[in-house]
């Protein structure tokens, strides 16, 4: 884990070199001096990743086989696995290109710039995006399914669909109200934290494969509106479609999780407050 992060930490402060000289600045042009885009961009996306690795580091013990899943070579189900493996290794690829993006939402907070910041944050969180297919189907593959894995994967998903439609506001190739999908997850978590300390029931949700479908979708839309030019006239309706989508789908949750809908195989529901 160190190692990972030392080397993600060595290739930000890079890349962040590399920003700050003459030729990137001449095809980028921006409206702060390139040493301010090169540090902004730096220290932002160095910020994510010092935090993403201190939360994989934190759920350390997580790195484990499954209770009930099958025997990974000489690791039993419920026993620590060597090393991270390659499923989190991508996971955490993943983040690192979401912390990317990340900064350039902070060099963007200077004002306007140019298209080429747009198209960084567009294929930095498109491959992020596309990559999401790729950790899960290597741990299957490899037999390597950890709990610290989904956990990142989550983490990583929901902080993505947080910064990267905040890069698109910033650079204005988003509408502000899109912003409503990259909060929505952590509104929903925390009206569950609430009705806990409030000692309110809160119920547990049923299985919908749904859930992903509709977060897969806004992962899908985010590049294609985060990149100038690319189907503009459209972008306004596809985007509010499927936030709207989404939108319904947490409230649709917020009904299970407060016991006002029924579960399909829950014989004894709650009686709705």
């Known amino acids: 884990m160190l190692e990972t992060g030392g080397a993600a930490a060595a290739a930000t402060l890079g890349f962040g070199v590399l920003l700050a000289t003459d030729w990137v600045w001449l095809v980028s042009r921006a409206a702060p001096s390139p040493e301010t885009a090169a540090a902004t961009w730096a220290a932002g996306t160095l910020l994510v990743v010092v935090g993403l690795c201190a939360y994989a580091y ?16 000489s690791t039993e189900p419920g026993h620590p696995y060597d090393g991270l493996g ?4 991508v996971t955490l690829v993943r983040g690192f290109l979401v912390a990317g993006v990340a900064g350039i939402a902070g060099v963007a907070l200077y004002g306007p710039l140019s298209p080429s910041w747009a198209w960084g944050a567009a294929v930095g969180y498109g491959v992020a995006a596309a990559l999401d297919a790729l950790d899960g189907a290597l741990a299957r593959r490899l037999d390597r399914v950890s709990r610290l894995g989904g956990r990142l994967d989550t ?20 509408a502000w109200w899109y912003l409503s999908v990259g909060v929505a997850r952590y509104v929903f978590l925390a009206g569950i934290g609430l009705r806990e300390r409030a000692d309110r029931p809160t119920f547990d949700l049923p299985p ?5 479908v509709l977060a897969g979708i806004q992962m899908a839309v985010v590049p294609l509106a985060l990149a100038p030019g690319v189907f503009d006239p459209w972008m306004p309706l596809v985007t509010g479609v499927a ?13 299970y999780v407060s016991g006002r809908f029924r579960r399909d195989d829950d014989g004894n529901a709650s009686v709705p407050e």
């Open 208 to 212: 919908r494969a749904s859930r992903r």
């Open 58 to 73: 934190a759920n350390a013990d997580e790195n484990v086989a499954p209770e009930g899943g099958r025997a990974s070579g």
């Open 243 to 255: 936030a709207a989508a989404l939108l319904l789908g947490f409230a649709r949750d917020w009904g």
């Open 86 to 89: 390659v499923p989190t290794a």
């Open 155 to 174: 983490a990583v998903d929901a902080f993505g669909l947080l910064v990267a439609p905040l890069a698109g506001v910033l650079l204005g190739e988003l």
